[in-house]
């Protein structure tokens, strides 16, 4: 087991920027892939970014290229995304995800653990 609790989530205007983290307890967080979700009111969730346990094979949604990164930190059991640039269209309710091993799809189906979520929101 995973346990997984997001932070860093606020109020932001357009343009500004936010840091977001992952703290895991359990299991060896080293060990798991991470993710990030996001789900909007009225939306499905969706894949926002991943990297697997190494640090490597970090993947982006095209609508957050170039504006966000992830991270991690296997020493403080810390997954993090930076997020830049951001746009109201990023206002969200950010989600992160831990499964074993690798990752290399982009649904949600695909991990096993969650958190419980951090509310997100740009005004324009």
């Known amino acids: 087991q995973v346990q997984l609790v997001e932070s860093g989530g606020g109020l932001v205007q357009a343009g500004g920027s936010l840091r977001l983290s992952c703290a895991a307890s359990?299991?060896?967080?080293?060990?798991?892939?991470m993710g990030w979700f996001r789900q909007a009111p009225g939306k499905e969730r969706e894949f926002v970014a991943r990297i697997n346990w190494s640090g490597g094979g970090t993947y982006y949604a095209d609508s957050v290229k170039g504006r966000f990164t992830i991270s991690r930190n296997n020493a403080k059991n810390t997954g993090y995304l930076e997020m830049n640039s951001l746009k109201p269209e990023d206002t969200a309710v950010y989600y992160c995800a831990a499964r074993l091993g690798i990752a290399v799809l982009t649904t949600p189906s695909e991990y096993d653990y969650w958190g419980q979520g951090t509310q997100v929101t740009v005004s324009s």
């Open positions: 359990g299991r060896t967080f080293s060990s798991y892939a």
